[in-house]
Structure formats: C-alpha cells, structure tokens
C-alpha cells in the first residue's frame, strides 16, 4: 500500500512537471554546491510584489536526508520565497490547508503557478530548477508544509510572516 502511495505521487509529479515554472538558476554561490547554505535573502526588487526575495534551498542525498535550507522563515508580508532545486529531487512544495491562517489558502492558491492539487507546487525535476510564491496580501501567520517525495524523511518547513 506505502509504495503505491509513493509510486502515485512521483507518477503525479512526474505528469506534473512538464508545467514547471523555470525562473532561472540558482545565484552562483550555491551552483555545483548543494551543501552550502543560501543567504536568507537575495534583495530587494523580487517577484511581483515589488519585496524582498528569499530563497530556500531544496536538498537530498537522495536516502535518508531531505530538507528545505532554511526550514524556519520569518518573512514580512510582500515576501517571495524562491525555492531553488539543489539537490536529490524530485521536490516539491505542499502547504498543509489546516496550518494556514484564515484567508491564507486563497492568496497561497493564486501565487502558486502550475499546482498539481491544492497549495501544491509541481515536481521540481531538474537541478537548480526555481519555484517563487510570493506571499503578497497573506495574512500574518504561520504557514506549515513539506515535499511530498520526502514527506516519510521529515522535510518540512515553517514560514511565519509577520
């Protein structure tokens, strides 16, 4: 049953993916580097809300370790996260609906291109693929979520915006 599961969710990205939003490379830090750390933020200027751009690592060795650098964002509203494919994809970003604030979802929903369900990212198959959500007019709060390939490795991550 567990590999079902797992084989119909990597079948799922995999039909998915083709959709992708490719904004561009991974800034030259972290290119070729996949255990390096991102800078939190990238500057000012970013996505479509005229904030800051931060940008969260995607990584893996591809068995037993999986996770978003870093898995704790503070953000203000504004805010585009740029989640880049650094290392042992597929990944993806899924965002638990009960762990939005209310009028969260909506605004998530809409910043999220090419989603294979609800508040969830396509598979990111290729390396330093990029994904951006801005979180323009989301409400103050917490916003918990996880890749659905490495969801049984613990990657998840935590975006407060305040």
Same mark, same amino acid.
């Given at each position: 049953m567990a590999a079902r599961f797992w084989l119909t969710c990597v079948s799922a990205g995999l039909l998915a993916c083709g959709g992708g939003r490719k904004v561009g490379a991974a800034p030259e830090s972290t290119v070729g580097n996949p255990g390096a750390m991102a800078p939190e933020s990238t500057g000012a200027g970013g996505g479509t809300s005229g904030g800051s751009v931060v940008q969260v690592r995607m990584t893996g060795d591809g068995s $037993?370790?999986?996770? %978003?650098?870093p898995d704790h964002l503070t953000i203000s509203p504004g805010t585009t996260v740029e989640f880049v494919n650094a290392s042992g994809w597929p990944h993806n970003i899924t965002f638990y609906p009960d762990s939005i604030p209310p009028? =969260? /979802?909506?605004v998530l929903q809409a910043a999220m291109a090419n989603t294979i369900s609800n508040l969830s990212s396509p598979m990111f198959t290729t390396p330093n693929e990029t994904y951006d959500i801005s979180? @323009? =007019? @989301?409400? /103050? =709060? $917490? %916003?918990k979520a996880y890749c659905i390939p490495h969801m049984a490795l613990g990657m998840k991550i935590t975006i407060t915006v305040q």
């Open positions: $037993t370790r999986a996770a %978003y650098v009028g =969260g /979802a909506s979180f @323009a =007019g @989301a409400p /103050a =709060g $917490t %916003y």
